[in-house]
């Protein structure tokens, strides 16, 4: 009886927004987001799909609050998820505002690309 009532407390207080156990009062609160990247990953296949991954995933971490990943003893995560061409992102409120500003400028630059690409080919075939 005692766990169950425990458990229904910890429900309770999560359910209700209460901190959770051992984090910092003054500690930002992490969000996690889902992103799809296809737009980004597919079109520039000049390498194998690895490699644009992870050249996407190096620029998320280097250019979106760099200190505040994992790799940089942060708290911060991406994961990739192929099967749906998603990123995954535990981040602050803060870090996926950056993050989806950073995303739009990365999907103009990939436009900008696949139009210079298309342009030369045309140029090719004259």
Known sequence: ???????????????????SFGAEPNEEKMVIKTYAVGDLIVPALNGSIDQKVAHTLNLISQNVKPNTWATKGGKGTVDYFPLGLTIVVNQTVEGHKELEKYIKELRKNTEAEEKVKEEAEKAKKK
Not at 1 to 19: N, T
């Open 1 to 19: 009886m005692k766990s169950y009532l425990v458990v229904c407390c910890l429900f309770v207080g999560v359910a209700c927004g209460s901190q």
